[in-house]
């Protein structure tokens, strides 16, 4: 349609170990609405055990996205988000009141700094893929495998589904 600008379909990663965890979660979810990122799918809330282990546990999800927003600017608007919901510089792997990570942007690979899609650390994370499975259940982009195979490698431990839902 003229002067429509194309949508790609996103996938964003969750998460938080700060505050109130779930109303971060949903706070974002309000932001990127307004933002020009329209949810379209939500996973469920999971109970995570943090990794490094010297934290709080987290609260993960994922959700599938349409977006007008390129790559950068996605990376950009993503950022802004968690800064207005109170994330400030910390220690890597750290706690943090909200964290977004892009982990799919279409079937695109892009290896640009600081932006890698797909996210490079998605295959070794549970609590990625756990949520991640909910709602991709086929062959996952540029990966090629589904997330529950992938998670079946990494295993279940640590990982806890909650009743909580997001849309
Ligand atoms: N995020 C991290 C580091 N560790 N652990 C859990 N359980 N969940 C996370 O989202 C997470 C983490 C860095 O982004
Ligand atoms: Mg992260
Ligand atoms: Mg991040």
């Known amino acids: 349609v003229t002067g429509q600008a194309e949508r790609h379909d996103v996938v964003i990663a969750l998460g938080s170990n700060m505050g109130d965890r779930l109303e971060h979660l949903r706070a974002a979810i309000r932001e990127m609405a307004a933002e020009l990122i329209q949810v379209q799918r939500a996973s469920s809330v999971w109970e995570t055990a943090p990794v490094p282990a010297d ?3 987290f609260l993960n ?3 599938v996205a349409k977006t007008a927003l390129y790559p950068h600017q996605l990376l950009a608007t993503l950022k802004a988000i968690e800064h207005r919901l109170g994330r ?3 220690r890597r792997w750290g706690p943090r009141p909200i964290d977004l990570d892009i982990l799919f942007y279409g079937d695109r690979k892009l290896e640009e700094e600081p932006l890698t899609i797909p996210h490079p650390r998605i295959a070794e994370r549970g609590f990625v893929l756990a949520p ?6 086929g062959p996952l982009p540029v990966l090629g495998a589904p997330a529950k195979e992938l998670l079946a490698k990494v295993g279940e431990e640590g990982l806890e589904r909650t009743d909580e839902a997001l849309l």
């Not at 991640?132 to 259940?137: D, I, M, S």
């Open 132 to 137: 991640l499975a909910e709602v991709c259940a």
């Open 61 to 63: 999800a994922v959700v």
């Open 55 to 57: 934290q709080p546990p």
């Open 88 to 90: 400030r510089k910390g």
